[in-house]
């Protein structure tokens, strides 16, 4: 059996924007390493911005991939070549197997841009039914997945809604529901939690989640660090138009996990003893029978337990202090910066 | 393409701006008829002269001026509706959701294109038999070459619309229509700019017909309306025009040449597919 293609597949991506702007000495020393040009002294010049630079990533099917890095960091112009929207002035994109440009390819995919417009003076109806229609759903085919996908999104009995009257927050549930109209096989969601409110920012997790357990493939650029951790099997965290990181969230943490542990009494044998099997141990100030034990894994941390008991004391708590993507973040940008 | 044509008749429909022009189009159309009317009816026919010879010199008399009057609404209805026609959903935002869908680029360029024309060429075809109906009604004049006019007008908002297409894909819709604007009446101005240095300065003729023939291949609207008005004008009355050697800065005295004819078919099939080109490429 032939193996699956990849979901989406980047190689050595690049974009360069002409961008219009004076000529600067930051511009001349090319001190970011972003543009490229030649400046003439307060001058208006044009200069190549490079948005992207050199990325390349595989996404399998499947799987759902975050997408992660500050603003400007050239996320959403990858996300904008993966779907056809700007050419890459370098390098090759497949989607599902096939060119940017396939057609049959863009039957099986789902978009929702980041805070959409759309034609507001549309009726909910009217405008499913012409996305269902650019997708080549017909008839009766294209009524009953138009009403399906307005019972997921949450916007049952608005049919004969006009989109100018909708909410921000609507106009993002029924651009979830336009890109599923499809029953696509990879769904690419840029900052799809934006305008909703807690409620709806739970929703969306839910369906997303709920896409990904029926096999869909989601590829998520958000900033919204929670959901990327809870729903993606995988993140690429990017910044300045470069790849920084890529992986399973918990193979990204580079630092140890820190267990915190409640005992009923403190000995330098637990002590000693914890000492062997951990990274570092070190009491809680001002709270004598609290310790922090610093280890690699979670199997680790396991062991700590079963070595508590070892030494004869009680265990009363063990709570792990919390290694967020969020954290890991503001890490790697943070360094970046630092090191620029 | 049909259905990025059907939708965008929709948005056309819905959006009002068709339908108001209409109504007021209607409106003028009525208005004219009752001031035709009464003109007419209040009108003293010289002794000596055949009534029904007198008021088909008026029909011949108001005709042209008036289809002149159609051809500019047709033609500012061609620049308002057609300005923001790929630009303006490029500003808006709205294409990032349909061009993703698997449809080609170009289907949607030529599609909004399809519609505009069905939409401007209606319209075009309504004001100019709806005036010469009612010239007709009173006077009893009907251009014998009617056809051959109303089709040069429809060729002039075509190729106007063609502009319109490629510049709309290429620039933001303020620059288009104000484009748009300015080389149309450019084409009008130095047609009269031609007609003055005639009169005053006879041997700068050729530079100024050589510059205006520039400028109507560059846009080719004037020479369209000079064509149509051609067809307009009954041979007598264009024999007597002719006599003068001057040529008029709003009345043909000849029909635009054939060369003319299939620049203006040439324009009307390149720039859009210039325009599909560009949008092709472009990023959004």
């Not at chain 2, 078919?265 to 080109?277: D, F, N």
């Amino acid at each position: 059996m032939p193996q699956e293609s990849p979901a989406v597949e980047v190689e050595n991506l690049r974009k360069e924007f002409l961008a219009e702007g004076l000529s600067s000495p930051l511009m001349n020393r090319g001190a970011t390493g972003r543009t490229s040009g030649v400046a003439l002294q307060n001058l208006k010049v044009y200069h190549q911005l490079v948005a992207v630079d050199d990325v390349s990533f595989v996404m399998h099917r499947g799987e759902a991939f975050g997408f992660l890095g500050p603003n400007g960091a050239g996320k959403s112009t990858i996300v904008k070549i993966i779907t056809g929207l700007v050419k890459p002035t370098s390098g090759t994109v497949r989607v599902l197997g096939r060119p940017v440009d396939d057609l049959e390819m863009r039957r099986k995919v789902g978009y929702l841009p980041e805070l959409p417009n759309f034609h507001r003076w549309l009726r909910t109806r009217e405008f499913l039914e012409f996305h269902g229609r650019l997708y080549g759903l017909h008839g009766a085919t294209l009524a009953k997945r138009c009403a399906e996908v307005l019972v997921l999104v949450g916007l049952e009995g608005r049919e004969q809604q006009k989109l100018g009257a909708f909410s921000k927050g609507m106009l993002q549930r029924i651009g979830l529901a336009q890109a599923l109209l499809n029953r696509p096989e990879l769904i690419i969601l840029d900052e799809p939690v934006s305008g909703l409110d807690p409620v709806g920012q739970s929703d969306m997790r839910n369906i997303l989640l709920r896409l990904k357990a029926e096999g869909t493939s989601v590829f998520l650029n958000s900033h919204q660090l929670v959901d990327v951790e809870m729903i993606c099997d995988r993140v690429a965290i990017i910044n300045r138009g470069k790849l920084l990181k890529i992986g399973p969230p918990q193979s990204l943490f580079d630092e140890p996990l820190t267990v915190e542990l409640h005992v009923d009494r403190v000995s330098d044998e637990l002590l000693r003893h914890l000492g062997s099997l951990s990274l570092a141990v070190r009491q809680v100030e001002d709270k004598p029978s609290h310790l922090l034990v610093e280890v690699q894994n979670e199997e680790q941390a396991a062991d700590i337990a079963a070595g508590v008991h070892d030494c004869g004391a009680r265990l009363y708590m063990m709570i792990p202090h919390g290694r967020s993507l969020e954290d890991l973040f503001l890490r790697t940008i943070g360094a970046l910066r630092h090191d620029q | 393409m049909l259905l990025i044509a059907r939708f965008t008749f929709k948005e056309v429909i819905r959006r009002r701006l068709f339908l108001a022009v209409l109504l007021l189009s209607i409106f003028m159309l009525g208005g004219f008829a009752l001031l035709f009317n009464y003109a007419v009816d209040h009108t003293r026919v010289p002794a000596g002269i055949d009534p029904q010879l007198y008021s088909s010199a008026l029909g011949i008399f108001a005709i042209v001026p008036i289809i002149w009057l159609a051809y500019l609404l047709s033609s500012f209805m061609t620049i308002i509706m057609a300005a923001g026609m790929i630009s303006g959903e490029v500003e808006a935002g709205t294409f990032v959701v349909m061009v993703p869908k698997p449809l080609r680029r170009y289907e949607i360029v030529f599609g909004k294109w399809l519609c505009h024309n069905l939409i401007l060429g209606t319209y075009t075809a309504l004001l100019f038999f709806g005036f010469t109906a009612i010239i007709y009604w009173r006077t009893g004049y009907w251009p014998e070459q009617a056809l051959n006019a109303v089709g040069m007008l429809e060729l002039g908002v075509l190729v106007l619309l063609a502009l319109m297409t490629l510049s709309s894909a290429l620039m933001p819709t303020t620059v288009n229509g104000a484009i748009a604007l300015v080389l149309f009446i450019s084409a009008q101005i130095v047609n009269v700019i031609l007609y003055i240095v005639q009169i005053i300065a006879p041997d700068k003729v050729q530079t100024f017909r050589d510059i205006s023939i520039v400028i109507n291949l560059v846009m080719p609207t004037d020479a369209l309306w000079h064509g149509s008005s051609y067809y307009l004008t009954p041979t007598t009355a264009l024999n007597v025009l002719q006599q003068f050697s001057m040529r008029s800065p709003f009345v043909g005295t000849e029909p635009a040449p054939l060369a003319m004819i299939i620049w203006a078919v040439i324009y009307c099939v390149v720039l859009p597919m210039g325009a599909a080109w560009f949008f092709q490429r472009r990023d959004l």
